[in-house]
């Protein structure tokens, strides 16, 4: 195990790898429970999102761990999951099946620009700024939906949005899960999001808002509603709509993943000179999660930032990402526990994640309104317009012109300009 893992030269051990792989399992378990929600949106089998969740995830954490080496554990995206169901399903009327069938494309596509190392050129391309606000504009766009979720914001005839009835007892369960899951974080518990919907649902069962469980393990649900849907659809992919689909899954999972890879490794010590070693191994290890992801059934598999948690308490190998990969593995005998955890139950996960998502404003340069324009729209966009998308494709707009006015165009990677018409494109292809 020492040398499988070199468990010794990263100086750490196996009962502090164990510990460290459950208590990321812990700090993201909540994903179990929220994707089903999400992507339940859309028509699609809760139970069998749980199964091919809890099967994506133990895929890409368990290829990292072993391939890879790093302690990061991978599952479903927030943000990814919102933009398949929300933007692609909902407000683009396209079938799910075909959108698994993009997810599975973007995959791909993923993998190779990950093994053949063009991703780097594409990421340079992008300016930090642009990269802030769209992890920003997520945030919002998912606490959005927490907060619609919860009922505490609804629509209204007149002002499009008001204050819901915080009387109703499900927005008064959902305002405590807020408040308790904050305690828990803001006092650094390991699993905060986690214990918040425990907590939560318990008092929603005990004070009669959410009907018991009928049982709290059972055998594991059906896969036969998702499986496979990803590859029967890949015809249904070759269109302009889907193609769209497919660069936006790539561009936001390009991101996230690289962002959060960044910021591990970081907090752990692996950068050298400010260069992440075997990363091509761990984004391909990103890639694979997806396109497994698809096939079973779920939105894209990306790595996850609680991955710090479980650094935090002394992982540094793989065998932190295997131990929560055999966490995820056992999950899947708690289906049951799907009936209590309502959409008030995620929601305070929905809007904490958020909060979280939106860090990066700080470090965007407000002073400058070259880069504060397009920041602002890329990230005001996306829960204003209930899309992703859109957001992404107003800042790539407004980021090069306002650049070429304000007398920087050279600052500009020529690529973003390439870009720039390819997003003009998909604003006349709306209209």
Known sequence: MDRAFQLSANGTTPGREVIAGGTTFLAMA?????????LGETGMDADAIFVATALAAALGTL?????ARYPIALAPGLGLNAFFAFTVVLSMGIEWQTALAGTLVSGVLFFILAVTGVREAIINAIPMTLKLATGAGIGLFIAFIGLQNAQIIVADDETTVALGNLERPETLLAIFGVAVTVLFLVRGLRGGIFYGIVVTAAL???TGVIEPPAAAVSGVPSLAPTFGEAITNLPEVFTTEMIVVVLTMLFVDFFDTSGTLIAIANQAGFLRDGVLPRANRALASD????????VLGTSTTTSYIESSAGVAVGGRTGMTSVTTSVLFLLALFFSPLLAVVTSEVTAPALITVGV????????IEWGKLEHAFPAFVTMIAMPL??????????GLLFFPLLMLVRGRGREVH?????LFFVVLAYFIWLV
Do not use: K
């Open 63 to 67: 290829v990292m761990g072993l391939w």
């Open 414 to 418: 020529p690529m973003a300009y390439v």
């Open 30 to 38: 909540y994903i179990l429970f929220v994707n089903p929600q999400v």
């Open 204 to 206: 929603g069962i005990v």
């Open 356 to 363: 979280f998502m939106a860090r990066g404003l700080g470090e």
């Open 385 to 394: 317009t209930f899309s992703i998308a859109n957001g992404i494709a107003l």
């Open 287 to 294: 890639s694979i999660a997806s396109m497994g992801g698809a």
